[in-house]
Nanobody, 121 residues
Framework: VQLQASGGGLVQTGGSLRLSCAAS????????MAWFRQAPEKEREFVAT????????YYADSVKGRFTISRDNAKNSVYLQMNSLKPEDTAVYYC???????????????WGQGTQVTVSS
């Protein structure tokens, strides 16, 4: 499975962005999907994850109430709607897919290349 993330960019504090992640080379229908992010000189951190059946979602405390993860299995895609963005949200955002719902990066086998999100103050 190959994942292609897009939708990043430069936005002011309080603004919104919607990230997309399109999968190819396989179906994501039975996979857990997730978003992680990595800021310069920091460890990659969990952002959000969604189960294959849409029923279960988890968010990092730092984004809860501001970000929403969703998926469209018919389009083989997962999305991250980011509202009320803050400068500390600045990072490269990665989508990933795996077989178990987890906040740990090791649980996810396939990763996209990342898309840069920059929030100016």
């Amino acid at each position: 499975v190959q994942l292609q993330a897009s939708g990043g960019g430069l936005v002011q504090t309080g603004g919104s962005l919607r990230l997309s992640c399109a999968a190819s080379g396989g179906t994501i229908e039975t996979y857990v999907m997730a978003w992680f992010r990595q800021a310069p000189e920091k460890e990659r951190e969990f952002v959000a994850t969604i189960s294959w059946g849409h029923a279960t979602t988890y968010y990092a405390d730092s984004v809860k109430g501001r970000f929403t993860i969703s998926r469209d299995n018919a389009k083989n895609s997962v999305y991250l709607q980011m509202n009320s963005l803050k400068p500390e949200d600045t990072a490269v955002y990665y989508c990933a897919t795996g077989t178990s719902l987890s906040v740990g990066a090791r649980a996810y086998r396939y990763w996209g290349q990342g898309t840069q999100v920059t929030v100016s103050s």
